[in-house]
Nanobody, 119 residues
Framework: QVQLVESGGGLVQAGGSLRLSCAAS????????MGWYRQAPGKQRELVAT???????NYADTVKGRFTISRENAKNTVYLQMNSLKPEDTAVYYC?????????????WGQGTQVTVSS
C-alpha cells in the first residue's frame, strides 16, 4: 500500500500564494502518476493537476498559468505551488498516487488539506 500525507493548506487573501506538499510512504517504488484534486462544498471532486513518473504534467484549465505541480522522487513528495489564488480556489485539496501491485494499478488518497481564499 501507499500512504499519503498532505500539508501546507491554510487561509490566504486573494492574490496570495500557498504551497501544498504531499509525502508518500509505504510501497513508494511502485508509484507512477501523482496528482492533486480538490472538492469545494456542494461540488464534485475535480482534477487540479497531475504529474507522471517521467515528469509530464497536466492541468485543469482553471488553474493553468497559476498553479505548478512538481515532484521530488528522492523524497517521495509531490508539491503544488499555487499563485494568484482566487476565492473560487477554496476547497479541500487531496493528493492522489497511482501505484502498481501485481500488474494492476491502484490509487491511494490523502486525507485532504483545506485551502481557503478570502476576497
Amino acid at each position: 500500500q501507499v500512504q499519503l500525507v498532505e500539508s501546507g493548506g491554510g487561509l490566504v487573501q486573494a492574490g496570495g500564494s500557498l504551497r501544498l506538499s504531499c509525502a508518500a510512504s509505504g510501497r513508494t517504488f511502485s508509484i507512477r502518476a501523482m496528482g492533486w484534486y480538490r472538492q469545494a462544498p456542494g461540488k464534485q471532486r475535480e482534477l487540479v493537476a497531475t504529474i507522471a513518473s517521467g515528469g509530464g504534467t497536466n492541468y485543469a484549465d482553471t488553474v493553468k498559468g497559476r498553479f505548478t505541480i512538481s515532484r521530488e522522487n528522492a523524497k517521495n513528495t509531490v508539491y503544488l505551488q499555487m499563485n494568484s489564488l482566487k476565492p473560487e480556489d477554496t476547497a479541500v485539496y487531496y493528493c492522489k498516487a497511482d501505484f502498481i501491485r501485481s500488474a494492476d494499478i491502484y490509487s491511494s488518497w490523502g486525507q485532504g488539506t483545506q485551502v481557503t481564499v478570502s476576497s
